[in-house]
């Protein structure tokens, strides 16, 4: 008996550790898996928005290639979505859960928190889709500060579609010198937490 409430509470703990979201896109949906238990700050942010509908009717809008951010000697491949340029309606940026803290890394399918400044996420996010990026992680070189991104969870169905928004027409971003704003945003129409 004591073996069976043990296991019993083994299971249930997996599973609320097992936070699954579903991006439902005009393209199609992509489901994501988050890391609570590796990056609780970063999930608990992205969630936050979540569950106040916050990220609905919003957009992936950025898209970058390897032929798309000129002379860059990080190249990356990522789409990026989020609020865009709407800062009136977001909560204070939150602290980064650096990869070195979390164990996590910038590979196929890897979700993080795009940001300027170390501690300046808050809404926007990427989804990465080359094997591996290690520019992107802590002592990477992408952001001349070293801390990297803080990856918080993975795309585990829906890569087609995160494929399929890249391959998006762009236009230049206006101060970044570089096409990467896609011509027509693809649209974020909800995002909501699964129940299984």
């Known amino acids: 008996m004591r073996t069976l409430i043990i296991t019993f509470l083994l299971l249930i703990?997996?599973?609320s550790f097992a936070q699954k979201v579903v991006i439902k896109?005009?393209?199609?949906?992509?489901?994501?898996k988050l890391f609570p238990k590796k990056?609780?700050?970063?999930v608990a942010n992205f969630l936050r928005y979540v569950d106040e509908e916050r990220y609905d009717e919003r957009s992936f809008y950025r898209v970058v290639r390897l032929n798309n951010q000129g002379q860059?000697?990080?190249?990356?491949?990522?789409?990026q979505g989020g609020f865009y340029n709407d800062t009136l309606n977001v909560y204070p940026p939150i602290k980064i859960e650096t990869t070195e803290q979390t164990g996590l890394s910038h590979k196929i399918g890897a979700v993080s928190m795009a940001r300027n400044a170390p501690d300046s996420a808050t809404t926007e996010f990427f989804i990465v889709l080359n094997q591996r990026q290690?520019?992107?992680d802590y002592g990477g070189k992408r952001n001349s500060d070293g801390y990297g991104f803080a990856v918080f969870g993975k795309v585990v169905k829906g890569m087609k579609i995160v494929k399929e928004i890249q391959k998006g027409k762009t236009v230049l971003w206006e101060g970044y010198?570089?096409?990467?704003?896609?011509k027509e945003p693809v649209k974020?129409?909800?995002?909501?937490r699964l129940t299984n």
Do not use: C, H, M
């Open 13 to 15: 703990s997996g599973i």
């Open 25 to 32: 896109t005009s393209k199609g949906d992509i489901i994501v």
């Open 39 to 42: 990056a609780p700050k970063t």
């Open 72 to 79: 860059s000697t990080t190249p990356i491949e990522v789409i």
């Open 134 to 136: 290690p520019q992107l």
């Open 177 to 182: 010198g570089q096409e990467q704003l896609l």
């Open 188 to 192: 974020i129409i909800s995002i909501r």
